[in-house]
């Protein structure tokens, strides 16, 4: 049995300090906005990943432009808040001058229909993937495998998972 790690670890550099983080702030919270329609939220989410930086929970290696490496955790974060937030859809009514928001928890019964089709044609696009794709796709993407399993499992490396994958999605788009 394998135990060295499949990987070399890289040694962490020096972690950037707020001032560094500050030049790439309008950046990240342009590409926060452009997924995030909600100012607000994107906002926090990229106060959320200088939080990260600063505090030491998210380690810079160096195997990337700092950017990219921001940009990564960002679109992380930006997951998070979507998984947090699904379900929770908002509805705003004008009464007398007054915002009134209802919670919507559960889709319409046509919403459920529509999602359910959806699903079944991206998941048959995905049988039509090649083989390469189509197993990361399953693994990676459905089945939400971490990355390392997925690697060893394909004997494949970090970055060719990572090519894979956006192959994939380009055919899925197409």
Sequence with gaps: MHTTAPFPRAAAVPA????ELATHRS???????RRIY???????????????VL???ATFVGRSALR??????LKNKIVDLVRERAGEERLTVEEG???????????????????RERLARTLKRID????????VMIRRILHEESTHDVCNALGITEENLF????????????
């Design 128 to 135: 039509r993937l090649p083989q390469g794709l189509r197993d």
């Design 38 to 52: 909600d100012p607000a939220l994107a906002e926090d989410a990229v106060h959320d990943v200088f939080e990260a």
């Design 27 to 33: 950046a990240l919270l342009g590409f926060a906005r």
């Design 68 to 73: 990219t490496w921001l940009v990564g955790i």
């Design 55 to 57: 505090s030491g929970r």
């Design 163 to 174: 090519v894979r994958v956006f192959r994939a999605r380009r055919h899925l788009l197409s």
């Design 16 to 19: 950037p300090d707020w001032r």
């Design 97 to 115: 001058g007054d915002d009134v928001e209802w919670a919507s928890p559960d889709p319409r019964p046509d919403e459920v229909a529509e999602q």
